[in-house]
């Protein structure tokens, strides 16, 4: 009698195992089989991450490479970023403002600076990738190459009110880089819900922030991943954590 008792559970339980095992292998199978390192808040002192650097398809820099906007700081980092291009197989390596960097007097100079990456301020660029076996398993790379849209923001403060230029963020859009995070994530309770709120409508695959450096670290919600990937510590300009790698 106990048996015929336990089959209700039994069968939920077989059930909630076989929806948990096809939900696994659709998201797998909506992957792009990228993957990308995300860095920020590196504050002038990124020598210290080559090391051990780990490799990626897409390199990903959410701002603050200096210190106050130092134009020193910002012409090592844009060498240090050309060595790790020689050492390493990005395909990519995108970067944008962090508040040290958006008032700077080199500001409108940016892009020349920064010569070995791709400058996004305020617009969205498609990105082709080819995909690596060696890095992602071979049952997630259907196809050779892929086309990754990322929308690049310039800093701005938390909002209460509309922010058009982050309504400039494509739906669809497969990753957002924005220094600041969005409010409730990964952000210390000082995120912006205005860049929620777009971030939400756009349902991008990844964002990747930084700015509040102790609120380093991931969340999820949904189907987007979020990422504080600040590398100096709490309070300071010394780094103290490594990179963060995303498969996405």
């Not at 390192?37 to 390199?59: A, M, Q, R, W, Y």
């Not at 058009?164 to 952000?187: A, N, Q």
């Not at 819900?193 to 102790?214: Q, T």
């Amino acid at each position: 009698m106990s048996i015929f008792l336990a089959l209700p559970a039994l069968i939920l339980i077989g059930a909630w195992y076989w929806i948990r095992r096809h939900s696994l292998k659709v998201e797998e199978a909506n992957r792009l089989g990228i993957r990308v390192v995300c860095i920020s808040d590196t504050h002038g002192d990124h020598e210290k991450l080559t090391e051990n650097f780990p490799d990626g398809d897409i390199l990903i820099h959410a701002g603050d490479f200096t210190r106050f906007g130092n134009l020193k700081d910002a012409e090592k980092f844009n060498e240090w970023l050309g060595r790790i291009k020689s050492q390493r197989s990005f395909q990519h390596l995108i970067i944008v403002n962090g508040n040290h960097e958006s008032n700077a007097p080199w500001q409108k100079m940016a892009e020349q600076i920064l010569s070995n990456a791709v400058f996004l301020k305020n617009c969205c660029i498609s990105l082709r990738v080819s995909k690596s076996t060696e890095r992602i398993p071979s049952d997630m790379c259907s196809g050779r190459s892929v086309n990754v849209q990322i929308f690049g923001s310039d800093f701005f403060w938390p909002m209460q009110t509309e922010n058009p230029y982050y309504k400039l963020i494509p739906t669809g859009v497969d990753i957002v880089v924005s220094h600041g995070p969005c409010k409730s994530l990964v952000d210390s309770g000082r995120g912006c819900a205005m860049l929620l709120r777009e971030v939400l409508r756009a349902g991008p695959r990844l964002v990747v922030s930084g700015h509040i450096h102790e609120a380093r670290g991931a969340a999820a919600r949904g189907a987007t991943r979020f990422v504080n990937a600040a590398n100096c510590g709490p309070g300071g300009y010394a780094i103290s954590a490594p990179a963060t790698v995303v498969d996405i």
